[in-house]
């Protein structure tokens, strides 16, 4: 299939190494003192590694590739994508009863959940209600999963903290045109740099075919829903 993916130049290529560890999906080795591309399955074309390279040796091609696989991915089994809908309750009668009545059902649907590492192509994505949270929400709302998270699916990212956020723009823009997601739930945080995550969904909105609504949820320090508004 025609698709992006990335490109080394092997005369600028000096061997360093940045780009490994901000490959997420694990693409990329120094094989012979050089960046390679060890598969085409394990590359998701969208170029997190490029801004880490420092001799620019790295650009996003169109060509001939096999479609993007992320299990075949060679990173750590903590980015493989796991779908949690068709699981079932299994209750093991070696297990004290105390157990199973302590442990809250999380409604959590898909792994991975952070936005660097996850696939925007997901079968969890397609026609979903997705929720975009910042990473403290959930530890702030102690109703997190029940009023928020259930019969969705879940990116969550820090728009302060996290790097290459170009890269969330495209992967939510992805999710808005070609897995085609109902709608978006921003959940933030009412501190002023959080509002940065509510601006890249709009952004990707903004570049998409597609137009979807945005509901932007306002959480206070102590887990209170301030405000709920769509767009």
Not at 21 to 30: K, T
Not at 185 to 211: D, S
Request: glycine share 8%; charged share 25%.
């Amino acid at each position: 299939m025609l698709r992006k993916i990335i490109r080394i130049n092997e005369e600028k290529c000096n061997g360093c190494g940045n780009c490994i560890p901000n490959c997420h999906e694990g693409a990329l080795r120094i094989i012979d003192g050089k960046a390679r591309l060890i598969s085409d399955l394990s590359c998701d074309g969208l170029g997190d590694c490029i801004g880490h390279c420092p001799e620019g040796a790295i650009e996003i091609v169109e060509r001939e590739a096999e479609p993007f696989d992320l299990p075949a991915a060679h990173g750590c089994q903590g980015s493989m994508a796991m779908d949690f809908r068709a699981r079932e309750l299994v209750v093991s009668e070696d297990k004290p009863a105390m157990t199973v009545i302590e442990n809250v059902q999380s409604e959590l649907k898909q792994w991975p959940v952070q936005l660097h590492l996850l696939n925007p192509r997901a079968s969890y994505f397609r026609n979903a209600d997705v929720v975009l949270a910042a990473d403290c929400a959930a530890f702030a709302m102690g109703n997190f999963h029940s009023r928020y998270l259930k019969g969705k699916s879940l990116a969550i990212a820090c728009p302060k903290l996290d790097s290459n956020k170009e890269s969330y723009i495209e992967k939510l823009g992805c999710m808005i045109d070609e897995t085609q997601i109902n709608s978006l739930t921003v959940v933030m945080m009412e501190v002023p740099c959080c509002g940065g995550l509510l601006q890249m969904a709009k952004l990707a909105r903004g570049n998409a075919k597609r137009n979807i609504p945005i509901k932007k949820a306002l959480i206070s320090l102590q887990g209170e829903v301030l405000e709920e508004i769509w767009d």
